[in-house]
């Protein structure tokens, strides 16, 4: 596995989750991240993402709730959710550009589902 997603699960709106992306195998470091999320009938949408220097970019109707952050020493990405609304419940995916030995090349995680609900 080269890049594993975890942390999503069930939270009453208001509530928060912290997404994580685990890198392994090949994958030397994180170059650029992104989250995107997938709700039920939806086509998948950007929610954020970080550059390879640091800077970060959010989707509207997340700006100020969520938080993106990368740990090249962990090789992971995490997305901090606060102050969860029930339209935010989605299958959230990350996707990054990897380096390896050889070559940089995108990589997808296999999704973990977020519920918020009361």
């Known amino acids: 596995v080269q890049l594993q997603a975890s942390g999503g699960g069930s939270v009453q709106p208001g509530g928060s989750l912290r997404l994580s992306c685990a890198a392994s195998g090949d994958i030397v470091s994180i170059k650029h991240g992104n989250w995107y999320r997938q709700a039920p009938g939806e086509q998948r949408e950007l929610v954020a993402q970080i550059s390879s220097g640091g800077s970060a970019e959010y989707a509207e109707s997340v700006k100020g709730r969520f938080t993106i952050a990368r740990d090249n020493t962990e090789k992971t990405m995490t997305l901090q959710m606060n102050n969860l609304k029930p339209e935010d419940t989605a299958v959230y995916y990350c996707?990054?550009?990897?380096?390896?030995?050889?070559?940089?090349?995108?990589?997808w995680g296999q999704g973990t589902l977020v519920t918020v609900s009361s």
């Open positions: 996707n990054v550009q990897g380096i390896t030995p050889w070559a940089t090349r995108d990589y």
